[in-house]
Structure formats: C-alpha cells, structure tokens
C-alpha cells in the first residue's frame, strides 16, 4: 500500500488498472460536485465502457465474489468523476463510502460486497484510503445494476 496519495497513479499503474471515461449521468445530475474541500460523487454503477457488465440481484443472478468486482468498478468510476474535476492529485484522502447493494431479501452480505471499493481505494491511497462507510441493501438500483457506490473525498 502507498502512504501518500499523490501516488494515486503510480499504484493504478502498479495494479494494471486505469482510470475509465466519466460515466454521463442517466438523469438530472453531475458525476460530482465540490463544496469547499469536500467533492461528493453521484453514485457510480458499475459501468464499463457504456454498459452493466451484469444486471440483476446479489444472491440471485449475480454472486456475492462478482458484486465485489462491480463495486470495484463503482470506485474506479467514482475516481474517474473526482479525476476530471479536480484531480486526483488534490485527493487528500477518503472521507466516506456509500454502498448500495440490490440483493434478495434473505441476503446479508452487503458488507462484502461493498469490500470491493473499499480495498481498492484503500490499496490506491494507503492510511489515506481508511474511510467510514455504509453498506445498504435495496430492493432495486437504477438499470437493474446490482451495485452502486458513492464517495465523500477531501480535497486540497
């Protein structure tokens, strides 16, 4: 793990990943939105390259280890809205998580799930990555995506 989030993109390069095209909104918003030294993300699907890799419930059709991935792709998708606002490299660290999982009504896992964009902003931004977070479970998310996430990061 990096100390020091101005390695932000040397650990992306580190882990083979870059950081995709901004996801356009699907209704009336912005991909983000900065108020003082906060940015807050809309929530992010798990989109790549205009499309839901997997649609549908966690416990159903979709598993709990390939919810984890698509929470993973929410993060990169949240950086990538932070990114083309105000830079990675102001990042000071990350402030909260929000994870939204659609599961069955008997799932409980949503807290692993949403594991997947917690690990990757910690192994991206080290102690700096440590956020508080809240996993939910709904009944549906926009698309039938099967995850959503949504970041609070300080900025400098």
Same mark, same amino acid.
Request: overall charge negative; cysteine-free; proline content about 7%.
């Given at each position: 793990?990096?100390?020091?989030?101005?390695d932000v993109r040397a650990r992306l390069a580190e882990l083979g990943l870059q950081l995709p095209a901004v996801v356009p909104p699907v209704a009336a918003y912005v991909?983000?939105?900065? &108020? /003082?030294? *906060?940015?807050?993300t &809309? /929530?992010? *699907?798990p989109m790549v390259e /205009?499309? *839901?890799p997997a649609v549908g419930k966690?416990?159903?059709?979709?598993?709990p280890e390939q919810a984890k991935e698509l929470a993973r792709t929410c993060a990169l998708n949240a950086l990538a809205a932070i990114d083309a606002l105000v830079g990675l490299e102001s990042v000071v660290r990350i402030v909260k998580v929000v994870g939204f999982v659609a599961s069955v009504p008997d799932f409980?896992?949503?807290p692993g799930v949403v594991n997947g964009a917690s690990e990757l902003l910690g192994e991206l931004?080290?102690?700096?990555g440590a956020h508080a977070r809240s996993a939910v479970g709904v009944?549906?998310?926009?698309?039938d995506a099967p995850v959503e996430v949504e970041l609070v990061v300080e900025v400098r």
């Open positions: 793990m990096t100390d020091a989030p101005a991909p983000a939105v900065r &108020s /003082g030294d *906060l940015v807050f &809309s /929530g992010q *699907l /205009g499309s *839901l966690v416990g159903a059709l979709v598993t409980t896992g949503q931004f080290g102690e700096a009944a549906a998310l926009p698309l």
